[in-house]
């Protein structure tokens, strides 16, 4: 299994809503991250977990939460999220050992649209 | 700081022409460089990548080769397809980070 897989596939959420995006990667990597990437833009990094552990957090507004319950698994839950957080959101996975990062592999994204 | 500069697209082409997208970078270290290909409504996929001065990264059809002298990694293809129609985003990372720099992206529309 050579793939990162994300649901749901498009979310609308109000901004009092509370929502949780998931991700899921059977290829033992053990470092796993969340991108937001707007139309047109490059992705840009939000959060890094390594071994499970929060590693990176590039500075993220607390209404974007994120959890990583195991080594395969990592969750984005939302809450009172901005029109301006619509965006599609990639996750990634890499292999991580001794400090040395390999080259990431993304998953399709969650096209969030905030009303 | 470290950085990366692709070409300004969109950039349209016909079937079958030669493809050029430039990616020149910006580096204090020695880091590797990828090229990744987002189709529409897709996210990112690794194209190909090399990891240190002289290597060629190929898939596809496609091919780069890091180049240290002029700092650049630029991507060809010599005969594309409806279905390249894309963006491809260069980018380096370092093996030490988890980080990637991701150039601003181009848009390659190719016509049949």
């Known amino acids: 299994d050579t793939e990162v897989t994300q649901t749901p596939k498009h979310l609308v959420m109000g901004m009092t809503n509370k929502k949780s995006l998931k991700c899921e990667q059977h290829?033992?990597?053990?470092?796993m991250y969340w991108y937001k990437q707007k139309a047109k833009k490059p992705p840009e990094l939000m959060f890094v977990?390594?071994?499970?552990?929060?590693?990176i957090n590039e500075s993220v507004p607390s209404r974007f939460s994120p959890e990583c319950p195991n080594s395969s698994l990592l969750n984005l839950h939302l809450h009172a999220l901005q029109p301006e957080d619509s965006a599609l959101y990639l996750c990634?996975?890499?292999?991580?050992?001794?400090?040395?990062?390999?080259?990431?592999?993304f998953g399709p994204g969650t096209r969030l649209t905030v009303l | 700081g470290d950085s990366v500069t692709q070409m300004e697209g969109p950039v349209t082409l016909s079937e079958e022409a030669f493809l050029t997208i430039n990616c020149t970078y910006t580096a204090t270290g020695y880091p590797s460089l990828f090229w990744y290909v987002q189709y529409p409504g897709e996210g990112l996929q690794l194209l190909l990548k090399?990891?240190?001065?002289?290597d060629k990264g190929s898939n596809k059809g496609f091919e780069a080769t890091y180049r240290k002298e002029t700092t650049s990694f630029h991507l060809e293809k010599g005969s594309v397809q409806v279905s390249d129609s894309a963006v491809y985003f260069c980018a380096l990372q370092y093996s030490s980070a988890s980080k990637i720099i991701f150039g601003s992206g181009t848009r390659l529309s190719i016509r049949p």
């Open positions: 290829m033992g990597h053990r470092a």
């Open positions: 090399a990891t240190k001065a002289d």
């Open positions: 977990y390594s071994y499970e552990k929060l590693s």
């Open positions: 990634a996975s890499s292999r991580t050992r001794g400090g040395v990062y390999n080259e990431q592999f």
